[in-house]
């Protein structure tokens, strides 16, 4: 793997290290939000433009009168949570993170239902200690993967990448690595599920998320006031260092050599540096370049949805039901066509009920009501022995491929465009750096998906830029 940073910078040439410099982010979600506050706590002041609301897909929505969190909904790998609290030289954990019953939860194979982590006692037990074996020597180095640059010359970073080849065995792909350690089909089955974690079925993702329920699965929470504790936070971490963000402030032109951007509206806003957090895409249409992101090349979407009901579900707090073959759930992916089944999450949470359901980033307008939902829906409610649960409900709201498609992710792809497994995950020659006044941080280079992610990449860009000479 070639790395595309810079050597670290000697003390005397680190200029945004050491000089009060002003800093416009583009994107209010999570990574802009984490980045913000990161440097804002380095004496910067930073301006965040958000379009729309702050906080990305992460946001509350309310449902039949209860409030339930969109976006992420598990919090995974805390340990990149209190590095980024360390780094603000935060002494406590505001989220009061606390677990999550039933782990990663039960996955509903077509080969027999599967609790993740696998519990002494379970037939699949002793399988399950067989395949977590090789995280145990690579979870040590998660961690810095996340959070440092990656850089052959860093020497952190070589003993991470060297854990994690011997941890996938050189397999490029999670459903390569699933394969070579001939595991009972019921646990192969929901362990080859968290590729989709990278949004990517297991023949595309990287092989470190087959490992991801080895590395994850005893630690698995929520915060105590809900997921989006989570964006109060990190609003209020920024707020305190003097981070200003404007919601509603629409960019419409970007001129990276000016460090320079033009509001909707004519208004243009001069920095001495700009950052992207936004959909790559998105950004290219900012810059004037042409965008092309055809459908085989774009990770997958979503339909979200959000039921009040009556009463409890009487559900575990979460259930996953893969589809019965990744093969062809690949196939229609690449093709933007809709699967016979697809991956669908279940949380349950006393009277609230989210069903999420992966779907192509086509930018459908896939509610409640299409066939096809309505057809996924019903396998949800047989499979769990609910039938008509989501009919009961007092109301539903849904999020589909067209809601993110609005957000700028081409036809609502929630990770982006896909890269190669080789490129995937903190093994990511990416170009942070587009210009010397120009970087980027978020969805099109950050190591990986998910929380743990974004935190990561909000601090390796926060490094890079601390590095970079003047």
Request: charged residues 15%.
């Amino acid at each position: 793997m070639r790395s595309r940073q810079r050597p670290a910078a000697s003390p005397q040439r680190s200029a945004i290290s050491h000089q009060r410099s002003a800093i416009g982010i583009l994107g209010g979600g999570l990574a802009g939000l984490a980045l913000a506050a990161l440097l804002a706590h380095r004496g910067h002041r930073v301006t965040v433009y958000e379009r729309d609301r702050a906080g990305g897909k992460l946001r509350r929505v309310e449902v039949g009168g209860l409030a339930f969190d969109t976006g992420p909904s598990l919090f995974t790998l805390p340990e990149v949570w209190r590095a980024f609290l360390a780094h603000l030289g935060e002494p406590a954990d505001p989220l009061e993170l606390r677990p999550l019953p039933g782990g990663l939860g039960l996955h509903h194979t077509p080969f027999g239902t599967v609790p993740l982590p696998v519990p002494p006692g379970h037939p699949l037990h002793a399988a399950w200690g067989e395949y977590a074996a090789p995280a145990r020597a690579l979870s040590p180095h998660l961690t810095t993967l996340l959070t440092t640059p990656p850089r052959l010359s860093d020497p952190a970073f070589r003993q991470g990448g060297a854990a994690l080849f011997r941890a996938t065995g050189g397999h490029l792909t999670a459903l390569g690595w699933v394969r070579s350690r001939r595991l009972p089909p019921a646990l192969a089955h929901a362990v080859a599920t968290h590729a989709l974690n990278a949004g990517l079925a297991p023949g595309d993702a990287p092989a470190l998320y087959a490992l991801l329920p080895a590395l994850v699965a005893g630690d698995v929470s929520r915060p105590a006031a809900g997921m989006g504790a989570l964006l109060d936070t990190l609003l209020a971490l920024g707020r305190a260092r003097g981070v200003r963000v404007e919601e509603g402030a629409e960019v419409v032109r970007v001129d990276p050599a000016r460090a320079a951007l033009t509001l909707r509206g004519g208004e243009e806003r001069r920095h001495d540096l700009l950052v992207s957090a936004l959909d790559p895409a998105r950004l290219s249409a900012l810059l004037g370049r042409p965008v092309r992101s055809p459908v085989s090349r774009r990770t997958v979407s979503g339909v979200a949805l959000y039921a009040a009901l009556p009463g409890e579900s009487g559900l575990p707090a979460t259930s996953v039901l893969p589809p019965a073959d990744f093969g062809t759930f690949r196939g229609a992916m690449r093709a933007g066509a809709l699967p016979p089944d697809t991956l669908a999450l279940v949380h349950a949470d006393g009277s609230r009920l989210a069903v999420l359901l992966t779907a192509p980033a086509t930018g459908r307008d896939l509610g409640p009501d299409h066939p096809w939902v309505r057809a996924q829906v019903g396998r949800v409610e047989r499979t769990l022995g609910v039938p008509g649960l989501l009919a009961s409900a007092r109301d539903v709201a849904a999020l589909t491929p067209a809601h993110y498609a609005a957000g700028g992710h081409p036809g609502g792809a929630i990770y982006g465009l896909a890269l190669p497994a080789w490129r995937g995950g903190p093994l990511h020659p990416q170009p942070y750096r587009v210009h010397p006044r120009f970087w980027q941080v978020g969805t099109g280079v950050h190591p990986g998906a998910g929380i743990p992610a974004i935190l990561g990449g909000a601090l390796i860009v926060d490094r890079l830029l601390a590095e970079r000479p003047s």
